[in-house]
C-alpha cells in the first residue's frame, strides 16, 4: 500500500491552509491507497473521519487515518501512530511510550534546516522510524536522509508534510501488507515493514557512482522528484566535475533552468564527501528517440537540438578563460595520436598529418582572436541531448536538454556545430536510412536561423571541427580494440576530405 503519512488540515493546524477533504482527493489522485492526517496535538475521531470520507467523495476502500504530531522536548516534531489520546506540546518521548506502548513513534524532518542528526540520535531506540524525505527538506537534506538510511538501515518513511494546496503526496510510504487501522499501520511501522517509495538506479561513471533516484508516485499530474546523486572517487575527478556543476549552474541562471530548452539543474554539492546533486530529467536521449520516432517527430528533435545550441551560443557567456582552449589543444591533440602511436597503427603518420594540419589551422584562426570565442558544451552530440516532455498528453510541453558539460570551454561556435555533425553520422552510420533521411542541412539551418548571421566563413570552420572530432573519434575506436575496422579507415578518410572541403 502507499500511505501519505504526514499531512496537516486547515481544520486543525493553523499552520494549514488546505481542508481535510482536499488533501484526500488530492491524495488520491497520486495514485495513493490512504492518507493519515497528522495535525498538531490533535486526533480526529472517527465520526469525523467518515464526514471527510463522504464529502471528498474517493471510493470507500481509500483509507483514512488520523495520528498526531507532537513537539517532544528531546527530538523536536514526532509523529506519533495509534495512539488513543492526543499529547500536549512539550510531552517527552519516555511519557509518550509509556503511556501508548503499541503506538510508533516517528522523528519528523529531522534534517530540516540544515541539521545533521548523528548516527546516535538516528537509532535512538524510543524511535520506531525515521522520516527522511519531507517536502520540509531541501533536496540536499533529502539525499542526506537516503544516504543515512542506506548506510544505518533504520526502519524509514516518507512524508510530504503538506500545509497547502497541490503537492499532497508528493513523499508517500510503501507498506508490504494491507492496512485497515491506525493500529494496524503501528503494528506494521514498528516491525520496519515499511520504507520510503522511491526508485533508485545506480550506475557506475568515469570516476564516479551515479545515482538515479525518482522518489513518489506518478499520480494524474506526473510531478516527481527526480535527482541525480554523483559521489566522485578521486580529487581530479572532483575537480573537473565541480567545475561542470557551476557552468551548469551558470546556464541554469540565463534561461537553461525551465521551458523549452533545458540544463540539468545543479541543486547542491559537498565538498567533503565529494558529492553533487543535480535535478533529474526525464526523457530519453537524441539518439535513441531518432531510432523510435517516427521521421517527423525525428526532425522536429533536431531542429529542436540546433536551437538548444544556437540558444547557448547567443548568450556569449565568459564563463571560463578565452586562452583556455588554445593552451589546452596540444595535450588533447596529442593524445589522439598517442592512440594511434602506442600501438603502431599504421595509419600512425596519416593521424600525425591530419591533427597538425588541424592544429596550425586552430592556432592561425583563434589565437588572436578571442572575441570569436564563445561558451561552448564541447562534446555535443545525440548522447549527450535529452528530448522529454513534461506531460505525456500535452506536445506543447516538449523540451531538449544537454547533460555533461566537463568539456565546456570558451569555443569558436564552429566547434559545437562540427562535432555534432561527425558524432551523428557516426552514432548512425550503419542506419542507412537514418543517413539519407536526416541531411545536415537540417541541423545546420535550423541552427543558422536560430543563431542569425553566423559569418561568411562558417561553414568552412564547422568543417575544420568535423575533422578534430573524426581523430576524437578514430582515438577512442582504438581505445576500443576497433584500430583495424572499416570504420577507423572511414573517419580518416572523413577528416581528411572535411579538411579538403575548407
Known amino acids: 500500500m502507499l500511505l501519505e503519512m504526514h499531512s496537516h488540515t486547515a481544520e486543525h493546524s493553523h499552520c494549514s491552509s488546505i481542508p481535510a477533504a482536499e488533501l484526500v482527493r488530492q491524495s488520491f489522485a497520486k495514485g495513493l491507497q490512504g492518507i493519515v492526517f497528522t495535525d498538531h496535538h490533535y486526533l480526529w ?89 519531507s517536502s520540509n527538506h531541501s533536496v540536499r537534506e533529502n539525499s542526506r536522509g537516503l544516504r543515512d538510511w542506506h548506510r544505518l538501515r533504520f526502519t524509514a518513511i516518507g512524508g510530504t508534510d503538506t500545509h497547502g494546496n497541490g503537492y499532497a503526496g508528493l513523499y508517500p510510504t510503501h507498506f508490504d501488507h494491507p492496512i485497515d487501522s491506525i493500529s ?91 558529492t553533487l546533486i543535480e535535478q533529474g530529467i ?81 592556432e592561425r584562426r583563434y589565437a588572436d582572436n578571442s572575441e570569436d570565442l564563445v561558451q561552448g558544451h564541447g562534446d555535443f552530440h545525440p548522447k549527450n541531448i535529452l528530448i522529454g516532455q513534461d506531460v505525456q498528453e500535452n506536445r506543447e510541453t516538449l523540451f531538449v536538454a544537454a547533460i555533461d558539460f566537463e568539456s565546456s570551454l570558451r569555443l569558436p561556435a564552429a566547434f559545437d556545430v562540427g562535432c555534432f555533425l561527425a558524432q551523428f553520422r557516426n552514432q548512425f552510420f550503419h542506419r542507412e536510412d537514418i543517413i539519407r533521411d ?13 543563431l ?7 561553414l568552412r570552420q564547422v568543417e575544420l571541427f568535423r575533422a578534430r572530432a573524426n581523430m576524437s573519434i578514430a582515438a577512442y575506436l582504438i581505445k576500443l580494440g576497433l584500430g583495424d575496422s572499416n570504420d577507423l579507415w572511414r573517419v580518416l578518410l572523413e577528416a581528411e576530405k572535411a579538411l579538403t572541403a575548407r
Open 184 to 274: 494496524g499501520l503501528a503494528t506494521e511501522i514498528r516491525k520496519g515493514r515499511c520504507r520510503p517509495f522511491l526508485k533508485e538506479i545506480p550506475r557506475s561513471g568515469a570516476g564516479s557512482l551515479v545515482t538515479e533516484v525518482t522518489i513518489g508516485a506518478k499520480g494524474l499530474d506526473e510531478v516527481r522528484e527526480r535527482i541525480i546523486i554523483r559521489n566522485i572517487s578521486s580529487h581530479h575527478k572532483w575537480d573537473t566535475a565541480d567545475r561542470a556543476f557551476h557552468i551548469a549552474k551558470q546556464l541554469a541562471r540565463q534561461g537553461f533552468a525551465s521551458g523549452p530548452y533545458r540544463v540539468p539543474v545543479p541543486i547542491d554539492q559537498d565538498h567533503d564527501s565529494m
Open 45 to 133: 475521531s472517527d465520526e469525523k473521519l467518515f464526514k471527510v470520507r463522504r464529502s471528498s467523495a474517493v471510493p470507500d476502500h481509500f483509507l483514512i487515518l488520523s495520528g498526531q504530531e507532537v513537539a517532544t522536548p528531546e527530538a523536536g516534531d514526532v509523529i506519533v501512530y495509534g495512539a488513543d489520546t492526543s499529547f500536549p506540546p512539550g510531552t517527552s518521548l519516555e511519557v509518550i511510550r509509556a503511556s501508548s506502548p503499541e503506538a510508533a513513534l516517528v522523528w519528523a524532518h529531522p534534517y530540516r534546516k540544515g541539521r545533521e542528526p548523528d548516527d546516535a540520535a538516528l537509532l535512538l531506540p524510543v524511535l520506531d522510524a525515521v522520516e527522511i524525505f
Open 282 to 362: 526525464r526523457g530519453k536521449s537524441l539518439f535513441d528517440k531518432i531510432l523510435t520516432a517516427s521521421r517527423e517527430d525525428s526532425l522536429r528533435y533536431v531542429r529542436m537540438a540546433a536551437q538548444w545550441l544556437a540558444k547557448l551560443h547567443a548568450c556569449r557567456l565568459t564563463l571560463t578563460p578565452a586562452g583556455e582552449f588554445l593552451t589546452r589543444e596540444p595535450e588533447r591533440l596529442g593524445k589522439y595520436l598517442e592512440r594511434f602511436t602506442d600501438i603502431n597503427h599504421p595509419h600512425a603518420r596519416r593521424a600525425e598529418e591530419i591533427l597538425t594540419t588541424i592544429a596550425r589551422e586552430e
Open 438 to 450: 536526416f541531411p545536415e542541412t537540417v541541423f545546420l539551418s535550423a541552427y543558422q536561423e536560430a
Open 452 to 458: 542569425g548571421d553566423s559569418g561568411n566563413d562558417f
